[in-house]
């Protein structure tokens, strides 16, 4: 299947704290996951990403873990700011085949200042 | 330059009308993407080129007519939408099909009345 489940749905962190959303798939030939933010009235934008044979990536405040034996992935947004306050999607992508993405059902971020 | 640019921002449209939606973008990219995006949803994939070839088609009603007439230009043409069509229609491209970073336009906001 290539199901990619997301949670939560929505989420309020306070200033400065840690925004954490996850996500999980059932296709093992994604080859590549991707988080997108969109702000309201934007298309999305590539946040950062890993492929399966890492299991973290960390660029700036951003940071993906990723557990392939678990088939799950999560970003985490550190010391969290009203600007980071949109709507993140995780997806995955395999190299072969279909070769598009496919998205979670996205988080909704609300940073509190 | 790394944008896909979308016109128009807003589109309202009749049920009987016939409208076209434009993407373009100068990156080099020889894949483009359709994809349709409802309120509060993730984007669900409707079409994808491939060096100008249509790659993917899901099943999208006839009612939604691609066009990829060069390697920097995506049409969407609309006939006879339905009020459910109303959406936000976002264009992407990548440097090909399937490759890792995926860059999405602003959208074209449709109501269809």
């Known amino acids: ?113 | 330059d790394t944008e896909v640019t979308q016109t128009p921002k807003h589109l309202v449209m009749g049920m009987t009308n016939k409208k076209s939606l434009k993407c373009e973008q100068h990156m080099g990219h020889r894949a483009m993407y359709w994809y349709k995006q409802k309120a509060k949803k993730p984007p669900e994939l409707m079409f994808v080129y491939s060096y100008e070839k249509l790659s993917i088609n899901e099943s999208v009603p006839s009612r939604f007519s691609p066009e990829c007439p060069n390697s920097s230009l995506l049409n969407l043409h609309l006939h006879a939408l339905q009020p459910e069509d109303s959406a936000l229609y976002l264009c992407a491209s990548s440097q090909e099909k399937g490759n890792t970073e995926a860059f999405f336009g602003q959208g074209t906001r449709l109501t269809v009345v």
């Open chain 1, 1 to 113: 299947q290539q199901q990619v489940k997301q949670s939560p749905q929505s989420l309020i962190v306070q200033k400065g704290g840690i925004s954490i959303i996850n996500c999980a798939y059932e296709n093992t030939a994604f080859d590549y996951f991707p988080w997108y933010q969109q702000f309201p009235g934007k298309g999305p934008a590539l946040l950062i990403a890993i492929r399966p044979d890492v299991s973290e990536k960390k660029e700036g405040r951003f940071t993906i873990s990723f557990n392939k034996s678990a088939k799950q992935f999560s970003l985490h947004i550190m010391d969290s700011q009203p600007g980071d306050s949109a709507t993140y999607f995780c997806a995955g992508l395999q190299d072969t085949g279909r070769r598009a993405l496919t998205f979670g059902s996205g988080t909704r971020l609300q940073v509190q200042p």
